[in-house]
């Protein structure tokens, strides 16, 4: 008897979702174990991202995290995965000229098997340049983790007029850049709404409200496992869970029907 492969979501996959108006589900994962029950569990997007920094490494940022941990721990996702669309977080300095972000980036692929790379900041330039190379991009913008020592903390950002223009207009030349998503992190969530109705591609938030186009949690936060104190914007799906498969699926299912995150998870 002859297995049907399962093939994984492409981007257009999720573009067509926010199309119709189907919110896309992402979790982080960095080793094959989780990866596969996030799978298994129907997420759409598993998001390898430098917050293993934080929880694997135990580091106080991402910052320390190496171009060589992102493929060890990518490759481990991607290996497990059947369905779901993984990307993968280029680390920090990893992209500061577009040679560089090529060349660092093309390894991150061809070593991991991972299907789209992801870059934090206003970088159109980067962008534009990779996608020219045919590697996806996902940008990042709205809180920064690799800006940490710049922005001084981890404070909602985009609350004034002057800074919610200028992230609208970041996300719009990532857009036209041809970066295929962007991550916003920790913005209003009026902000995210507008950036996500005036945006085709796919806005997928943390910490910025119901409207995006989809969500995405740090894993270890939403199973309570964090180090750190879990975020405003997290929640416990842990809690009332059966398993920890019980607690992914009801994250999926909760965002799927908009039902998170809620105001008490949004500014
Ligand atoms: O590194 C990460 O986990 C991330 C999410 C917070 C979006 O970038």
Redo the contacts with the bound molecule.
């Keep these: 008897m002859t297995q049907t492969r399962i093939k994984p979501l492409s981007i257009n996959d999720l573009l067509t979702m926010k199309q119709r108006g189907e919110k896309i589900t992402c979790l982080?994962a960095y080793d094959a174990s989780f990866s596969a029950l996030i799978d298994r569990s129907g997420v759409d997007i598993i998001?390898v991202?430098?917050?293993?920094g934080m929880t694997i490494q135990g580091h106080d940022t991402?910052l320390p995290v190496t171009l060589t941990d992102m493929i060890y721990h990518a490759r481990c996702v991607s290996k497990a995965r059947s369905r779901a669309f993984v990307i993968a977080?280029l680390p920090f300095m990893t992209y500061s000229t577009p040679a560089a972000a090529a060349e660092n980036a093309a390894k991150l692929m061809q070593c991991s098997g991972v299907q789209m790379i992801?870059l934090e900041g206003a970088r159109p330039d980067i962008a534009r340049f990779l996608v020219g190379q045919g590697i996806p991009v996902c940008g990042?913008l709205g809180l920064l983790?690799q800006f940490i020592n710049q922005l001084g903390s981890y404070a909602v950002q985009g609350k004034t007029a002057l800074e919610a223009e200028k992230i609208i207009a970041d996300a719009q030349q990532l857009q036209q850049a041809g970066a295929g998503l962007i991550?916003l992190?920790c913005v209003p969530a009026a902000l995210a709404k507008t950036i996500s109705e005036q945006l085709t591609i796919p806005i997928i938030g943390?910490g910025a409200g119901v409207d995006c186009d989809g969500q995405?949690l740090?894993l270890y936060d939403m199973l309570d496992i964090s180090i750190s104190k879990r975020p405003r914007f997290s929640k416990n799906f842990i809690q009332g869970a059966e398993s920890i498969q019980a607690a992914i699926v009801a994250y999926h299912n909760a965002v799927k029907q908009a039902k998170f995150p809620t105001l008490e998870h949004s500014f």
């Design positions: 982080t998001l991202g430098d917050s293993l991402t977080d992801k990042h983790p991550v992190e943390i995405v740090v």
